[in-house]
């Protein structure tokens, strides 16, 4: 088909902006981890149990066997398990807040049988030859999609895919409240869990490419060193954690209990202050250690977006010390 020609215009955007213009566009991220294992052909992946149930079940569409391992209080891995020929080892770069552990223990232990899942990390750069996961919705205004960079060479052609029907919600909070549009949002992202390994639509690409990065990130910086400061001697992660030069996802504030953190979220949401829970599933599975189940209990992931700025930050820090006070 020729080139369209004049007629009504397209949403505009500016064009050129994208941080992993070499990276592969999928539909979401755990699409490109299976993509990413069966092309590696990939018989048995060590991930963490600290980690989302979407991750787990793409892993298991390739066909891998799953080895779950454990984290400290660092998020690290207190050993690194040695690895068999073709097995691979799958780290989260935690709240984006682990960049130097990956750089400087994973990567040069594992090579290219690491994969980073930079899900929470969109600003930390992959390392050269290292598979690299990113999902940006978990950082900006888009319905879907994912990055795989250091792709491996044998990954096929991906079916295309479409996000107009999955806008809903994106458009319903610029136009009224977050809270008349969730039930949009909860339903795109059930609907986006069950479409195949495909493209990254062209419009989730060209919003992609239309962002300002470096404002984003700066913001971020700017309400993480907020936070941090304010609430860092009541974190009961160890201060090593926070003390990063990071765009984070969110500040994670680990709090002493269940019932107190339970507390402290339901007060902030009853003040629409929406903080949410990563990842429910890991407190209620069996074989989940102690550990991860208290840090999925017990962890107030704080957001820290380039939609706000310093009043906000003053807003929360103020309502979680009021809240922690009134438990
Ligand atoms: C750490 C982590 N990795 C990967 C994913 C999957 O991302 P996506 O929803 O883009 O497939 C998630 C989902 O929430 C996640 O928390």
New binding site residues.
């Given amino acids: 088909m020729p080139e369209a020609i004049g007629g009504y215009f397209e949403l505009e955007l500016r064009t050129g902006l994208t941080p992993y213009p070499d990276a592969v566009g999928f539909n ?3 699409s490109a981890l299976t993509a990413l294992l069966q092309a590696r052909a990939a018989p048995c992946l060590h991930l963490p149990h600290y ?2 149930h ?2 787990v079940e793409a892993a298991q569409a390739a066909g891998s066997r799953l080895q779950p391992y454990a984290i400290d209080m660092k998020l690290e891995l207190p050993q690194l398990p040695e690895l068999d020929a073709g097995e691979r080892l799958l780290y ?1 770069n935690y709240f984006g807040l682990k960049d130097a552990y990956v750089e400087e223990v994973l990567a040069p232990h594992y090579g290219d049988r690491l994969i980073v ?1 930079n ?2 990390a969109l600003f930390s750069t992959p390392l050269p030859g290292i598979a690299t ?1 990113y ?1 940006p919705r978990k950082f900006v205004g888009v319905a879907d999609g ?1 990055w795989l960079a250091n792709p491996p060479d044998r990954l096929g052609t991906l079916p295309p895919s479409q996000s107009t029907h999955r806008f809903g919600a994106l458009l319903g909070r610029l136009e009224s409240s977050p809270e008349d549009h969730y039930l949009a949002f909860a339903e795109a992202e059930k609907a986006l869990c069950l479409t195949p390994v495909s493209a990254m639509s062209n419009s989730t690409r060209r919003l992609l490419d239309s962002l300002d990065y470096t404002t984003i990130a700066d913001r971020r910086k700017a309400n993480f060193t907020y936070l941090r400061e304010a609430l860092d001697r009541y974190n009961q992660f160890e201060p090593g954690l926070t003390a990063v030069q990071a765009v984070a996802l969110c500040y994670p504030l680990l709090l002493g209990s269940k019932a107190q953190t339970q507390h402290v979220r339901q007060a902030l949401r009853t003040e629409r202050i929406f903080i949410p829970c990563y990842w429910p599933e890991v407190a209620d599975a069996a074989h989940s250690p102690d550990l991860e189940r208290h840090l999925a209990d017990c962890v107030l992931p704080l957001p820290v977006d380039q939609r706000y700025g310093h009043e906000h930050m003053q807003r929360l820090v103020d309502r979680v010390h009021w809240h922690m006070s009134t438990y």
Avoid: M, P, T
């Fill in positions: 979401c991220a755990r980690i989302c979407a991750v989260v899942d899900s929470q996961l999902s994912g």
